[in-house]
């Protein structure tokens, strides 16, 4: 909460490394547990078609002309859309499961964190109508490493099969 709210925190050199190793740490131990409930094929299936995904927008952010840090508004609704989208899943789920309801929302959140990656990709390498500056290398690693976090989550919710 810190690396993200405070400015001051994330911009002095001891400070925003410890913040960001004790966020780094704890997002580690959620996401260890979270995978821990998965078979080991599907959670490295996960992780081999994140990466693949994280090196083709990295790759397209580089190489695209179209700006998307222009479009804010755009990903302002598409996140209002998976958070209603989870708003409803929650208000269903304990009358009853929908399957292709869930599965929606992971395809829904994949893509949207998906357009998030190109997002702050582009905010952090600049040459765009907004741009980190210098200083806020810290929290644009963050945003980064958030959304990745984000997408193999909803790529476990996808393809990820449960030990059983």
């Not at 997002?27 to 299936?45: E, Q």
């Not at 222009?70 to 609704?77: A, E, I, K, R, Y």
């Not at 963050?142 to 909803?154: E, Q, R, V």
Request: aromatic share 18%; hydrophobic share 50%; with cysteine.
């Amino acid at each position: 909460m810190t690396l993200a709210c405070c400015s001051g925190p994330r911009r002095y050199f001891p400070w925003n490394m410890i913040l960001l190793t004790v966020f780094t740490l704890s997002m580690a131990y959620l996401t260890g547990m979270l995978s821990s409930y998965y078979n080991t094929t599907s959670v490295l299936l996960c992780l081999s078609i994140t990466a693949l995904v994280c090196l083709s927008v990295t790759i397209f952010s580089f190489q695209t002309k179209f700006d998307f840090t222009s479009c804010q508004g755009v990903l302002f609704v598409l996140l209002m859309t998976l958070f209603f989208s989870g708003l409803i899943l929650a208000i269903l789920l304990p009358f009853q499961y929908v399957p292709w309801l869930h599965a929606v929302y992971a395809v829904l959140g994949a893509g949207v964190f998906t357009l998030f990656l190109a997002f702050d990709t582009q905010l952090l390498m600049g040459n765009r109508r907004h741009t980190l500056s210098p200083e806020e290398y810290v929290f644009g690693a963050l945003n980064i490493y958030l959304d990745i976090i984000y997408i193999f989550t909803f790529f476990l919710q996808i393809f990820g099969t449960s030990r059983e």
